[in-house]
């Protein structure tokens, strides 16, 4: 069995609202009584993307447990490898690997630099394409910021991910991979792409409401929350997400 804390758009700007409530959702999932095998972080870490909001994220962002996170919209690639994975500067798109308690994980960039809508890139496609041709039976998620699908909320769906037929053709050839995992939205949703389970992350620093909810979607009052999937050991995916108080 897998199980995976998923939150996104903690959105950390040198303010102390945001830091607080990352560091209140990192504090719940540090002081859980039992192991969890990895926090998933799907984007929009820095509000800005400057090199003085990635050292508060590198700070704010620690865990007991496995991290593995992504950028996001908001994120600025070369201040990102430099200050959360001690790279060189560049604008080359952000994607690796990593292997967790019997699963691979894709931490896919699915950003456009100076745009806030998203899409794959063809060397990242082609790279999703190369690492999950691999041969290995391991359960794969794909995890990146935008969602794939249409949420019904228009202020997500303006800038949601868009060449998708791609991202669609490559889930299709790689029966590994069991769901996508992305964030954006600022709102719980689940839907399906390709066949596969999308599971959106709610927002760390704010909640969209869906427009039959308010004319005035984006609440700051509402508590931050956190995802949980949970991957047993039949592939039967189970997700339950969590308000933190």
């Not at 899409?119 to 999950?132: K, Q, S, V």
């Amino acid at each position: 069995m897998i199980v995976l804390a998923h939150l996104s758009d903690i959105h950390l700007d040198l303010g102390e609202r945001a830091e607080e409530r990352a560091a209140r959702v990192l504090r719940y999932l540090n002081d859980l009584p039992g192991e969890i095998d990895a926090v998933v972080a799907t984007g929009d870490l820095a509000d800005h993307g400057l090199a003085a909001e990635y050292e508060q994220v590198a700070k704010t962002l620690v865990s007991r447990h496995r991290v593995l996170h992504c950028p996001g919209n908001h994120d600025k690639r070369a201040a990102y490898r430099e200050g959360l994975l001690g790279e060189p500067a560049s604008e080359a798109p952000i994607n690796q690997v990593h292997e967790v308690a019997g699963a691979t994980f894709l931490m896919c960039d699915s950003s456009i630099p100076g745009r806030d809508d998203g899409y794959l890139a063809d060397e990242t496609i082609d790279w999703m394409d190369r690492t999950l041709g691999r041969d290995s039976e391991a359960p794969a998620f794909i995890c990146f910021h935008h969602p794939p699908v249409v949420l019904h909320a228009p202020l997500a769906d303006g800038i949601r991910q868009h060449g998708e037929d791609r991202l669609a053709k490559l889930i299709r050839r790689h029966s590994r991979v069991v769901a996508v995992l992305c964030g954006h939205a600022h709102m719980s949703a689940a839907s399906t792409f390709a066949g596969r389970p999308v599971l959106v992350a709610p927002g760390v620093v704010s909640t969209l409401l869906l427009p039959w909810e308010s004319t005035d979607p984006v609440r700051l009052d509402q508590p931050p929350s956190v995802a949980f999937h949970i991957l047993d050991d039949e592939l039967r995916l189970t997700t339950h997400y969590l308000v933190i108080i």
